[in-house]
């Protein structure tokens, strides 16, 4: 082999960065998220049910948002039909958060250990999530 | 062949170095306007647009002015044009690309680029812009490679390129009359709103880029030890003359319309650009400085003792550039949204993130024709020492 | 799982055709248009509703220095207040005479005229110059009329900016959250890198409500109301006083209207 110092030297360098994330942690696993569910509009709910079901949701729910936001937004089309029949009002804030009003013990846990950051939360918002926007009082 | 730019002297080293340098400290800031957003340009409300696309704009002229070259060669047989085209393919390719990066870092939402093809919308010009702008690159890219390989082989290039080359020349115009579209379309300004808008583009592409291209083979021909034939020189010059004369007269034109109609929607942007309106002139130096390099380019290449003196051929050039740059990107751009639609004036000044952006952008183009030149150029000296 | 993408997505599609006839009924003019008695659902057809505004600068002009309907709007849709004019974000706004129209002042106009502050916002043009440029289709006309944006699809390439021939369009130049006074918790924010305007309150229409500058005025200067409908308060109020519209030469039929 032509240059085997160098190649050699190279493919270490190589394989010990690709695998940085391994050996960094010393094989331990991220904990599992565990998104909480107690928020009091939920506890205040007879039926502890949400637009579809939870394994649904797990799955779909960024699909159905999606369809949401073009349903409501370009087509005006403001009520959704669950799969049984009840009219829901399309709106993540006002709907979704509503109940779901702990994005940090909830959505947060999830999107993080997966590290998804969803451009979501740069417009829609909750009411407690307002503290953390910096404010300027009018000044540019 | 690319790894003919990884060889090269002291001085080729460093121009290359400070063109990283120069696309670092651009890059940098341009991941702060990632972050903070367009704010940190100069740009407002009423004046939308600013530097970068005032930089789309002229670089979009720049690029199709290779066809000054191709058409004489192919439609009409100008042989002598033969060995300098590939540097116009070559700075179409660079040009081209300056332009889409100029527009990537215009957008206020850069990472929803592709909404623009996953939503095709036909109605909107912006969309065919970007049909044309990529269709020519591409052809370039085609064109430029399979040449450049056959001149590696000393072998004439291979026929089927012969389309593309021939496609080229109503590509050319369409990308530039595509992008005055943008502007000639819009109800709300009236110093775009006027069917010369195409015309006085073509006619200031025509100028500006063959005028580029002689800069760059004249600064080959002092560090390389190649040089182009003076008579083909000669011959883009009085294209040059003829296209920037076009150019300063359909700006006679607009003046002519917007004055003797009297009304007072076109004379204000005028007003403003040449002599200020209600007291605001910052532009005012600029397009003065425009008009007198145009007038002096023009003269010097209409003058053929002037035109066939080196020193004055560049400064020709050179001034031609100048003027059709401030025209195009300063005037055209910034002056359209002067005033603004309630007859009000916010002038514009670049910030200094923007201002590095831009240098940023510029170097990344010329690092590309610094690395497409070399390669011609390197064949250009192996074809010399043959002889 | 209990479901595939597939069918999940038929069933969603089948469900808002289903669900289409009953949100049109959420979207009629009848409780918004409470003056009087005829709905506009005699028509039956989407087509039937064309919304549209009428500035009774008349009635204006006797407040000045009021601003309930810019302050309703701002408070409405989260609308940030930037001081630096050249960044400014504004939905509704007022401007004198001769930059509401410029080009018709003359200097024999009553002082009345020239002191009065016109509120300007966006048009709502029928062929809106915006809608033809946006090479996304982000910005685009519904069938009742109104121009909307679409906040997740702008690429903020501006060419909407610089075709609206009124100025009525703005651009999030930095992140407007820190900008933003008091918080309307129903409705969300925008982020920097889009653009926005007035929206003609589509979020309020669609639970019947009226626009919240006309709720907020308190004088009765702005009316809305369904321009195909001609029984409605804004056709009746057309028909009988003079009106303008906003440099009306350049075809964009604009659906703000001006009683002066």
Not at chain 2, 46 to 73: C, E, N, R
């Amino acid at each position: 082999m032509y240059d085997s110092s160098k190649i050699i030297i190279g493919l270490a360098i190589f394989v010990g960065l690709v695998t940085s994330p391994l050996w960094l942690n010393k094989g331990k696993a991220a904990p599992k998220p565990t998104p909480k569910l107690d928020t009091p509009a939920i506890q205040q709910l007879e039926k502890k049910e949400c637009v579809e079901s939870r394994a649904f949701m797990r799955a779909a729910h960024m699909q159905l948002l999606n369809v949401w936001r073009d349903q409501a937004l370009r087509k005006g089309e403001r009520t959704y039909i669950n799969k049984k029949g009840e009219k829901i009002k399309i709106s993540l804030q006002n709907t979704c958060m509503k109940c779901h009003s702990n994005k940090k013990e909830f959505c947060d846990t999830c999107h993080n250990y997966t590290d998804i950051k969803p451009y979501c939360w740069d417009c829609h918002f909750i009411p407690e999530g307002r503290k953390t926007w910096a404010s300027t009082e009018g000044h540019s | 062949m690319i790894e003919k730019a990884l060889k090269g002297g002291p001085r080729y080293w460093a121009w290359i170095s400070f063109l990283l340098l120069v696309i670092v400290i651009g890059f940098m800031f341009y991941l702060r306007q990632l972050s903070t957003g367009l704010g940190i340009t100069g740009m407002s409300r009423d004046i939308s647009w600013g530097v970068y696309i005032a930089q789309f704009t002229y670089l979009v002229g720049v690029a199709a002015g290779a066809v000054m070259l191709v058409m004489p060669k192919y439609l009409h047989g100008y042989k002598r044009y033969g060995e300098i085209i590939i540097f116009g393919e070559f700075l179409a390719i660079a040009a081209v690309t300056m332009c889409l990066l100029f527009i990537v870092a215009d957008l206020g939402q850069p990472m929803r680029l592709m909404n623009v093809l996953l939503h095709p919308t036909p109605n909107s010009i912006l969309f065919w812009d970007m049909i044309v702008l990529n269709g020519y690159l591409l052809i370039n890219l085609i064109v430029g490679y399979n040449t450049i390989l056959a001149m590696k082989k000393n072998v004439p290039p291979p026929g089927w390129i012969k389309p593309f080359i021939y496609l080229s020349i109503p590509w050319a115009f369409s990308i530039h009359t595509v992008t005055a579209f943008l502007y000639c379309g819009l109800p709300g300004r009236h110093a775009w709103l006027t069917a010369i808008m195409a015309p006085r583009f073509l006619a200031s592409a025509f100028a500006s880029g063959p005028a580029f291209l002689v800069i760059m083979l004249m600064i080959i021909k002092r560090v390389t030890r190649w040089s182009p034939d003076p008579e083909a020189i000669q011959n883009v010059a009085r294209t040059i003359c003829y296209a920037m004369i076009a150019n300063l007269f359909f700006l006679c034109l607009e003046f002519f319309t917007a004055f003797y109609s009297n009304i007072p929607g076109h004379m204000h942007p005028l007003k403003y650009l040449f002599w200020g309106l209600w007291g605001y002139n910052s532009l005012v130096p600029w397009m003065r400085v425009s008009i007198i390099a145009g007038v002096i380019g023009v003269f010097i290449m209409l003058i053929p003792p002037l035109r066939r003196k080196e020193g004055f051929l560049i400064l020709g050039c050179a001034a031609i550039v100048l003027g059709t740059w401030i025209d195009k990107g300063v005037g055209l751009v910034i002056g359209g949204f002067i005033p603004n639609p309630f007859e009000k004036i916010t002038e514009y000044q670049p910030t200094l993130p923007e201002i590095s952006i831009t240098l940023a952008i510029w170097a990344t183009g010329f690092l590309i024709l610094t690395v497409l030149y070399k390669m011609v150029i390197y064949l250009k000296e192996r074809d010399l020492a043959v002889e | 799982m209990g479901i595939n993408r597939r069918s999940f997505l038929k069933i969603v599609g089948l469900s808002a055709l289903g669900v289409s006839s009953g949100a049109w009924e959420v979207l009629q003019p009848g409780e918004v248009d409470a003056a009087h008695g005829h709905a506009a659902a005699e028509h039956g057809t989407k087509a039937a509703v064309r919304w549209a505004m009428v500035v009774d600068m008349r009635r204006c002009k006797e407040e000045k220095g009021c601003t309930k309907c810019i302050d309703a709007c701002r408070l409405v849709h989260n609308i940030p207040v930037i001081d630096n004019p050249k960044r400014e974000v504004k939905w509704i706004w007022k401007e004198g005479y001769e930059h509401a129209f410029p080009d018709t002042h003359n200097e024999y106009m009553s002082e009345e005229f020239k002191e009065a502050q016109f509120i300007l916002m966006c048009n709502h043009c029928d062929n809106p110059p915006c809608v033809r440029v946006c090479p996304t289709k982000a910005t685009f006309k519904r069938p009742d009329g109104i121009v909307a944006m679409d906040y997740h699809r702008c690429i903020g390439c501006r060419f909407c900016m610089a075709a609206c021939p009124y100025g009525s369009r703005n651009l999030n130049w930095v992140d407007p959250r820190p900008y933003i006074r008091e918080v309307n918790p129903e409705f969300p924010t925008r982020m920097k890198g889009v653009v926005e305007k007035c929206n003609f309150c589509v979020e309020r229409l669609a639970q019947g409500l009226l626009p919240a500058c006309v709720e907020a005025c308190h004088c009765g200067a702005l009316l809305f109301g369904n321009l195909h409908d001609p029984e409605s308060k804004v056709r009746r109020v057309l028909r009988s006083n003079v009106s303008m519209r906003r440099k009306p030469e350049l075809g964009t039929h604009p659906c703000v209207f001006y009683l002066v």
